[in-house]
C-alpha cells in the first residue's frame, strides 16, 4: 500500500502511481526491451518532478532504491511487500495483487511480465474501484522475438479488457494490438521513443571511450548490444565488417561484452577474419552522448529489435545507418538512409551496406544529417514527455 497522501507546494493532494516493472535492478540499458522501459520511464518520472509520486515493484529482481537515474524531487518507493507479480494466475493470487493496487491513483504495467497485474484490474477493478490502469508495450523478449505465442495473444486479449489505454512504441506494435490482440483503436496509443537528440550533436573527444582511442584517419563503425546477448549477430557483424578498407574499425559497445564467454566468441570471430587489431570491445558508455559522435557509420545486426535508443541516438549524432528492416527501423531514418536498410533474410546484404556506405565517401555526411534532424523532429525526449503528460493526465482527470 501507498504511504499517507502527501502534497505539493500548492497544497493539492500529489497523486499516487503505481509502476508495475518486468525489471527495475541495476544496469537498466543492458536488459533489453525490459530495461527500455523502465529507461523511459525514469526519464518520465524525472520529468514530472514532485507533480506525482511513485511506487516502483518489479518481476524480476528487487528495485534498487535511490537509483542514481532518478532525480532527486522525485518521490520514489519501493514497496517490499507487493505480491510477486510472476506465478500461476489464480483467483487468489490475482486478488491479491488487486488488494495491493488499492489506494493508488494511477497503475502503470510495463510488458509480458506485468500482465498478471493487469488481469487482476479487469477482474476486480470495478469491484475493488481500483485506479485507471494503463498498459505500456515496447517490444518482446528472445522467447516472442520470431512469432507471438498463441497462449499469451489469449491472455492479453482478456487482461487488457479495462484497460483505459495501452501505449506501443512503434508502428508495428500498434498494428499488433489491433489486429492480433483486438484491442479497440481508442484504446492504443503510439508514442514514438524520445531521447535528448540536440545533446548528440557536435565533435566529441577522440579518448571518450575507455580503453580505445580514435586516431587520426581512422574511421569508426559503431554498434552496441544491449539485452540478451546473441553470439550469431555478433559474428555476422563481424564477418560484414571484415572486408572493409584498413582503416576502417568496429568499436562494440556494451556492458556485457568484456571478459567472458561472450568476448570469447567476439574475439575467435575477429581472429577468423583476421581483423583482431581493428575489433574494439570498450564496454559501456555511461553518457552514450558523450560518444556516438566518434562513428561514422552505426550498424544494427539484431534480426528482432523493434526500435532501439542507440538507432536513434545515432541519428541524433547525424550518422547512416546499416540495419536490417525490422521493428520500425526502417520507418524511423530518413529518407535516404533507406537504401541500407536491408531483409533479414538475406544476412549478408548487411556486409553489402557496410561496404556501399564506405564507398560513397562524403554522400554519408548528408544521410547522416537527414537522420539527424528526422530524429529531431520526430524522436525529441520533449514531444514524448508531452505525449505521456496528457495521456496520464487524462486518467488521473487532473493536469500534471
Not at 514530472?48 to 528495485?63: K, Q, T
Not at 526502417?330 to 553489402?352: H, K, W, Y
Request: contains cysteine; hydrophobic residues 45%; aromatic residues 6%.
Amino acid at each position: 500500500m501507498p504511504n499517507d497522501e502527501s502534497a505539493n507546494k500548492s497544497g493539492h493532494s500529489v497523486p499516487k502511481v503505481l509502476h508495475c516493472h518486468a525489471y527495475f535492478g541495476p544496469q537498466l540499458g543492458t536488459q533489453g526491451v525490459a530495461g527500455q522501459a523502465a529507461l523511459k520511464s525514469v526519464q518520465l518520472i524525472n520529468a514530472f518532478g514532485a507533480r506525482l509520486s511513485h511506487s516502483i515493484v518489479s518481476a524480476r529482481g528487487a528495485a534498487i532504491e535511490g537509483r542514481s537515474e532518478i532525480q532527486s524531487l522525485s518521490s520514489v518507493a519501493y514497496p517490499s511487500d507487493f505480491p510477486s507479480l510472476s506465478g500461476w494466475p489464480t483467483l487468489g493470487r490475482l486478488l491479491a495483487l488487486a488488494k495491493a493496487m488499492q489506494g493508488y491513483d494511477l497503475i502503470l504495467t510495463y510488458g509480458w511480465e506485468a500482465m498478471d497485474a493487469a488481469m487482476a484490474h479487469t477482474v476486480f477493478g470495478q469491484s475493488m474501484g481500483l485506479a485507471p490502469l494503463i498498459h505500456h508495450e515496447n517490444g518482446f523478449g528472445p522467447e516472442e522475438s520470431g512469432k507471438l505465442k498463441a497462449s499469451r495473444n489469449w491472455y492479453r486479449r482478456i487482461a487488457l479488457g479495462r484497460a483505459h489505454g495501452l501505449v506501443v512504441s512503434s508502428e508495428r506494435l500498434e498494428a499488433v494490438a489491433l489486429q492480433t490482440w483486438y484491442q479497440p483503436i481508442g484504446r492504443v496509443r503510439h508514442i514514438n521513443h524520445g531521447i535528448k537528440a540536440r545533446n548528440f550533436s557536435g565533435k566529441r573527444r577522440p579518448d571518450a571511450l575507455r580503453r580505445v582511442v580514435k586516431h587520426e584517419g581512422e574511421k569508426w563503425i559503431g554498434a552496441q548490444v544491449d539485452g540478451a546477448i546473441d553470439p550469431a549477430a555478433l559474428k555476422l557483424l563481424i564477418a560484414s565488417f571484415a572486408p572493409l578498407p584498413q582503416d576502417w574499425h568496429l568499436v562494440i559497445l556494451g556492458e556485457g561484452l568484456s571478459g567472458g564467454a561472450v568476448e570469447e566468441i567476439v574475439r575467435e570471430a575477429a581472429a577468423q577474419f583476421d581483423v583482431s587489431h581493428r575489433v574494439h570491445l570498450p564496454g559501456g558508455s555511461p553518457d552514450p552522448a558523450k560518444v556516438m559522435g566518434l562513428f561514422d557509420i552505426f550498424a544494427e545486426a539484431s534480426t528482432d529489435a523493434q526500435m532501439p535508443d542507440a538507432v536513434l541516438q545515432a541519428m541524433a549524432a547525424g550518422l547512416p545507418i546499416a540495419s536490417f528492416d525490422v521493428g520500425d527501423i526502417a520507418a524511423s531514418t530518413a529518407a535516404s538512409n533507406a537504401p541500407f536498410i536491408v531483409d533479414p533474410a538475406q544476412p549478408s546484404l548487411l556486409g553489402v551496406s557496410l561496404d556501399e556506405l564506405v564507398e560513397i565517401g562524403d554522400r554519408r555526411a548528408i544521410i547522416g544529417e537527414e537522420n539527424r534532424q528526422h530524429a529531431q523532429s520526430n524522436f525529441d525526449e520533449k514531444a514524448m514527455i508531452d505525449s505521456y503528460r496528457r495521456l496520464y493526465a487524462n486518467a488521473l482527470g487532473r493536469e500534471i
